[in-house]
């Protein structure tokens, strides 16, 4: 048996672990991974590299910058203006989250968004008296839809349009995802306002003890106005410096700096700061993280594509090719996370777009949307992983509105991709 068939085999049965829930996700992760290993598909000591690699770092950080909101008290005192504004209703604090969401995303990571609202989505949820689990994963698929907006709104985008260059074809305008982005963007909103929410988790699953630890509940928090001053002042610096995304500050250093200052600087204890990185949710990135390599040495990844080109024949119908690219990658990027997939199938999706006298620049835009699309799983995505203990999500809890929600930005594109980027 091949190496990308063990792969797609391991991922399959990791696959029924989620949906079943028979096993914790941070565990299902981490051995497949180690299967992987045995199997001789990825080496040893790739099976805890993430542990030392930028993801965890920058998620693991962001968690202490997150809780940090609650033990200065900001996120009580924003939580009380938020809903004077948007009132006590699920639908009026939902659009508020979701178009924050969206907008910084869209110039920023989506982990760190999400991990900078997590804290204040809690707290509004509790004072408005509302679920708190079913506003997480709106306001976390937001941050992954509004990554569509801009260029450098995903690390897949940078890398979609670095493969571009390297293959010698034209690449993408740091705006020009906004004319597909902002349609996307609009959709998922009205989405999750109608009959989405319907697909999400019913009542209140989120971990009450959990969220008294880390929202510092369970003790007596004052809001100092130095302190909460000082704590806004570090994350503007650090929402700027991401934003820029400089090489010589990579998005994972000045997290894990801003992390460093919070505790220095007496915002929040250094007990409490390790009490808000969330041990199983980084073994879920580091297992799916392995996974993910295996994917691409195994040649997994490859034999998708391949074996879907195939099937299109010699002369296939443009749209067919535009909505299998979709629809491949949307699939993909739930496996491997977004970056990984993304160096995977343009170098394999664009010569084959030539091949066919396809709009490079429409093949390019699809893989952008789609690898941004990590809606069917709580491993796709940082974004999704961060928000699973908070919440108490569960796989089905991700993909019912995920799976709708895929199916609305599947409709989207191919409307408007072939209309701004005719085929």
């Known amino acids: 048996m091949s190496p990308a068939v063990i792969t797609l085999l391991v991922l399959l049965v990791m696959v029924v672990f989620f949906v079943t829930e028979k096993l914790p996700a941070a565990l299902v992760s981490m051995l497949g991974g180690s299967v992987l290993v045995l199997c001789g598909i990825i080496e040893p000591a790739q099976l805890f590299s ?237 297992g799916m993280s392995a996974v993910s390599t295996g994917m691409s040495k195994s040649g997994a990844g490859a034999l998708i594509t391949d074996t879907a080109v195939r099937l299109l024949g010699e002369h296939p119908n443009k749209l067919i090719v535009l909505f299998v690219i979709l629809v491949l990658v949307t699939i993909l990027t739930n496996a491997m996370m977004n970056t990984s997939c993304a160096t995977l199938v343009t170098p394999l999706f664009i010569p084959v777009a030539q091949a066919f006298g396809m709009n490079t620049a429409a093949v390019a835009v699809a893989i952008c949307v789609a690898a941004s699309s990590p809606f069917l799983t709580p491993v796709g995505s940082g974004t999704n992983t961060l928000i699973v203990r908070p919440g108490n999500l569960k796989f089905m809890d991700f993909f019912r509105p995920g799976l709708g929600l895929s199916i609305v930005i599947l409709v989207v594109s191919m409307i408007f991709i072939p209309l701004f980027w005719p085929l």
């Open 50 to 286: 993430a542990f030392s690699g930028s993801t965890i770092v920058l998620i693991a950080a962001m968690m202490v910058v997150g809780s940090t909101l609650f033990h200065t008290g900001i996120a009580a005192k924003m939580a009380d203006i938020l809903v004077k504004l948007t009132g006590t209703s699920e639908n009026g604090i939902m659009i508020a989250f979701m178009l924050v969401a969206t907008i910084i995303s869209a110039v920023c990571s989506g982990v760190a968004v999400v991990a900078m609202l997590l804290p204040i989505v809690i707290s509004v949820s509790q004072r408005a008296g509302i679920s708190v689990s079913r506003q997480l994963i709106p306001m976390s698929f937001a941050a992954s839809f509004g990554c569509n907006l801009t260029l450098m709104g995903a690390a897949s985008n940078v890398v979609v349009n670095g493969a571009l260059e390297d293959l010698g074809v034209s690449s993408l305008t740091f705006f020009e995802l906004g004319k597909v982005g902002i349609p996307i963007s609009i959709a998922g909103m009205v989405f999750f306002l109608t009959f989405g929410k319907r697909f999400l988790t019913p009542g209140d699953t989120s971990d009450k003890e959990y969220l008294e630890e880390y929202t510092g509940q369970n003790k007596a928090v004052a809001f100092n106005p130095v302190k909460a001053g000082l704590c806004l002042v570090i994350m503007a610096v650090l929402l700027v410096a991401m934003a820029v995304d400089s090489d010589a500050l990579p998005m994972y250093l000045v997290a894990a700096l801003a992390a460093f200052v919070m505790v220095l600087t007496g915002c929040i204890k250094q007990s409490d700061a390790y009490k808000a990185i969330d041990m199983s949710t980084l073994f879920i990135v580091a």
